[in-house]
């Protein structure tokens, strides 16, 4: 089982549809958790870091679930420019490994 | 301008012939680390330095060597590249925060083909 796995889609929505991935995580001590964007074979930049309170960004809405060991990310009146892969990063305190899931596509449609 | 730069971008060669990919920050950051990208494997950590003369193996470090000399420089040195070194590699640099990394920067890549 890998350690950090994410449903590869494609998912293919409508402009303004509201999308949800989920993360899934094996190892308990995972301790930090972010969600990153990466455009076609680009460099993954950093959407959002995800607290255990969970936190809002704009249409965006990440949630964090650590007694079933999965993180979530809710994209809400999707865009065309939301088009992109979507990976979730899991990292443990004290330690510089970062484990990334191998993303989700999405592409938007007009 | 903050950011993080590789060399070079692209780069075709053949087996066994040594080669340096080239990684630096101009942040200040304490951390960094080499990725390589492969489709459907997603991103893997080959190794990566919480700091200066400090580095770690990451999740697929057979066939890489890294050093860390200097905060800003992070090479990635492949003594003998082989086929299946073929790939996009990313360098990432970031804060430390309670002696793991935060945010990652990444540099905008280097295509690998090894023939």
């Known amino acids: 089982r890998k350690e950090v796995e994410q449903d590869p889609g494609p998912f293919n929505v409508p402009e303004g549809a509201t999308v949800a991935f989920n993360c899934t995580y094996s190892n308990s001590a995972s301790q930090s958790f972010f969600w990153y964007r990466q455009d076609c074979r680009k460099e993954p930049k950093l959407l959002m870091s995800?607290?255990?309170s969970g936190n809002e960004d704009g249409r965006f809405t990440a949630q964090l679930n650590r007694a079933s060991q999965y993180i979530s990310l809710l994209i809400r009146d999707s865009k065309l420019s939301d088009s992109a892969t979507y990976l979730c990063?899991?990292?443990?305190?004290?330690?510089?490994?970062?484990?990334f899931g191998q993303g989700t596509e999405l592409s938007v449609k007009p | 301008e903050a950011q993080v730069t590789q060399n070079p971008r692209y780069l075709i060669t053949v087996t066994g012939k040594k080669l340096t990919v080239t990684c630096s920050q101009n942040m200040n950051h304490e951390y960094m680390s080499w990725y390589r990208q492969d489709p459907g494997l997603g991103l893997r950590q080959i190794y990566y330095?919480?700091?200066?003369?400090?580095?770690d193996k990451g999740d697929v470090p057979e066939g890489y060597k890294v050093s860390r000399k200097e905060k800003r420089n992070f090479p990635l040195i492949l003594e003998s590249p082989s086929p299946n070194q073929t790939s996009l590699y990313f360098c990432?640099?970031?804060?430390?925060?309670?002696?793991?990394?935060?945010?990652?920067?990444f540099g905008p890549g280097t295509r690998l083909t090894v023939t």
């Open positions: 330095s919480m700091n200066v003369e400090v580095t």
């Open positions: 995800v607290y255990s």
């Open positions: 990432a640099s970031s804060l430390s925060e309670w002696l793991a990394p935060f945010e990652q920067y």
């Open positions: 990063v899991v990292t443990y305190n004290q330690g510089g490994k970062l484990i």
